[in-house]
């Protein structure tokens, strides 16, 4: 892998393309209270949001540098970041656990009468108790909350170069995970074991950690992709799916593989290879000035309309999955740089079901993949 | 480990402690919207809450099972809990994503007039879109939204003894895997390399996954606790700290191990024997009728007030950290069932820290080991 993190001018470009955006909305400052938001401006990457205790807030002024309005436990590492202006609380403090603190910089920064832009659109949520924000709302009435336009969302859909190199080097990582499945899934090795070997397998390749892995083994497709694993052993004639999201410097991959215990059915084997050819149709469409849309029906034009996953691909980056939606009514513009996950599903009957998923980065003459893509014939177990 | 998932007694039991206090605060129904509140009633599990861009709603009436109202993609693995009434929409939906069918739910199980109990207080937060959550209030005029008056925090934290037993099952894992680490860290190894080794000893052992994985090592102490790994080597002299939680059947444990490269010095040695001292310390003092204050107050009595994690010690359970807090302000009485983690810390110099941590659980007469206490002595690698 390239050095860890970016440099200054990453987060600088970031931060310029989000002020423009606020001064044509008219927000005086956006409050950022998520990790991938927070670290999108700051770089602050730390496992430690697996802690829901302590609320972190940052910042971003009209003008300038984000300003980080956080836990005393986070100062260390933020310091590190190219962040200037820290300001902490020893946290938790139950008379006031970041309240005044986050309101005196917003005062400080947003005039009277300025505007406060949240992210508050789909996908979206505002991390920090309901209380805590009736407290801040309460202490800045001569300000106004609202919301930020999903100008985040517009910002972050678009990936820098830099962000595109980390996703692939994240799906590098997961793609020789899978190349060794055969290692450790066989006939009668339990799903759970496969599940924890597998994730094995994706540290041994360089990820830092596996922060999602979902799956399913059954008879002729399986019947559900986000369920935990049991204990029931892979048996001749199971179609076994592993999706994961591995991490790399604080990048996702999110791309499955389909595997036959043993000769696959004619049923399945048609299924995957349709599983394939859709993808493909899904690549082909994908270029700037396609929508999300576009790439749901030329999906759905060779394998149907799908499962109640509900769409058929997703954005990608932070996150396991972000905006656009692959799905009828996502009118997204595609625009080079973006990332998307390619995810077309088939039915085989009632409970049955298969999925597979890639991942492509839109360029600016079309699609290059971020995965090694598969070809139509299942991996044989 | 025993069997996967609870009995269905189990969450009928949840659920009347929580419908006892709901009758007592005059809430007509809860609403719940993040993974642990939702699976604390329901017992849905699955990794998919990764992916944020769905919104799922748990309502618990006044009286009788909880109500899903939930994308359709989890439809099958909500059926296979004990939940009977479950309602979905092929999400995301951007013209409806959940509002009319969470609206009418909560519509039907509230008379007009009747009060919503919604978590506000301090670690919780609303895990829906801000437009989607005034949608809901706006829709819903002539009922009224209000705080749940900590209800939740006050159930969660007193666990069931099979609760305690999947937490005990998750700490027996990490501790076999600590037990391990001189095979995959010594001199010269990168950090980042035994952070990737360790999470595998985790899944070697029976965790089904590794959630949290925070360290650090440095010269005679490390600088803070939550930053991610460089690839800089172990040096000797360096004192290098795991702290790990590891899942098992959706439990977590929460604990660390120091370790030192070649011989620790005089003075990392006297910190480590400080440390230990504070959390026998914590220990002694963990019977019912103390409070979270007094456990603080009896490990600051061996090694100060501590640096600025502000704590030391926490929760645990479905979550890596939950309340209490074993800080000076806390007045929660521990009651059997309590899961604590004890997490003293010292500051040898600025800059240059050590933290341990234990878990426990409040018994009728005192506390019980749920991980197996390390001794005075660190473990020279």
């Known amino acids: 892998m390239s050095a860890r993190g970016f440099p200054e001018a990453e987060y600088r470009a970031r931060c310029d393309r989000l002020q423009t955006e606020m001064a044509d909305a008219g927000l005086s400052a956006l409050l950022l209270t998520t990790e991938a938001d927070v670290r999108y401006v700051t770089g602050f990457l730390t496992r430690f949001w697996e802690s829901p205790t302590r609320p972190w807030f940052v910042v971003l002024p009209a003008e300038g540098r984000p300003v980080a309005v956080i836990p005393a436990i986070g100062a260390p590492l933020m310091a590190r970041t190219w962040v200037r202006d820290v300001r902490t609380w020893v946290s938790p403090d139950y008379s006031d656990d970041g309240v005044s603190l986050l309101a005196a910089t917003l005062a400080e920064v947003v005039p009277a009468g300025g505007a406060i832009g949240v992210p508050t659109g789909g996908e979206t949520h505002l991390r920090m108790p309901l209380d805590t924000w009736a407290a801040v709302q309460q202490r800045l009435s001569d300000r106004r909350f609202a919301g930020d336009g999903d100008l985040m969302r517009r910002t972050r859909m678009v990936k820098s170069p830099a962000e595109v190199d980390k996703i692939a080097a994240a799906c590098a990582v997961a793609a020789r995970a899978f190349a060794r499945v055969p290692e450790v899934a066989r006939e009668g090795v339990p799903l759970d074991a496969v599940f924890r070997r597998f994730q094995a397998l994706c540290l041994d390749e360089g990820a830092d950690w596996v922060a999602y892995l979902a799956g399913a083994a059954g008879p002729g497709g399986y019947g559900d992709v986000i369920s935990p694993a049991t204990d029931a052993p892979l048996a001749a004639g199971d179609v076994l799916m592993l999706d994961t ?137």
Do not use: K
Request: hydrophobic residues 45%; negative net charge.
């Open 245 to 381: 999201g591995a991490v790399l410097d604080g990048y996702f991959c999110d791309f499955d593989r389909n595997f036959t215990v043993g000769p696959a059915t004619p049923e399945v084997a048609e299924a995957h290879r349709l599983l394939v050819a859709a993808t493909a149709a899904g690549f082909a469409a994908a270029r700037p000035g396609a929508t999300a849309a576009d790439l749901f029906h030329a999906m759905a034009g060779v394998v149907g309309a799908g499962a109640d996953a509900g769409r058929f691909g997703h954005g990608l980056g932070m996150q396991l999955t972000e905006p656009p939606s692959l799905i009828p009514a996502d009118d997204t513009v595609l625009a080079p740089g973006m990332v998307l996950t390619l995810e077309p599903s088939v039915t085989l009957a009632p409970g049955r079901l298969m999925v597979h998923e890639e991942d492509i980065v839109v360029t600016e003459d079309g699609a290059h993949w971020l995965t090694p893509p598969v070809g139509p014939s299942l991996t044989t177990l």
